[in-house]
């Protein structure tokens, strides 16, 4: 159960962006991965990057759409903790084993 909870948590995380970053992206470019995800120098100013949007991350409306699906779902009472506290506050990552479980098995699958 506590390897099922870590893996839903990477997952929300990569879909709500977090995961990705520059190292990311370098360490595509060193294994020669994914070509145009790679860092790219921004023309008006060589010393910033440029990072191309991932297909695997949302944007806000998405991800304002997938948090408002959570945090309107009804479920019986004490079936889980309450989804609305933990992702309208962004304390999303604050959920104990078992909430991970149901929302891996039941709710990823339906929003």
Known sequence: ?????????????????????????????????????WLTQNPQNSTQWMMPHGNY??????????????????VPFDYFASLAKHFSSGRRFNMKAHDWHVVMQQLLPLC
């Open 57 to 74: 991350v949302s944007n806000e409306r998405e991800l304002s759409t997938f948090q408002n699906q959570f945090a309107s779902l009804k």
């Open 1 to 37: 159960m506590h390897v099922e909870k870590n893996v839903c948590e990477n997952i929300i995380q990569t879909i709500c962006g977090e995961k990705d970053n520059k190292e990311v992206r370098w360490d595509m470019e060193l294994q020669n991965i994914h070509p145009h995800l």
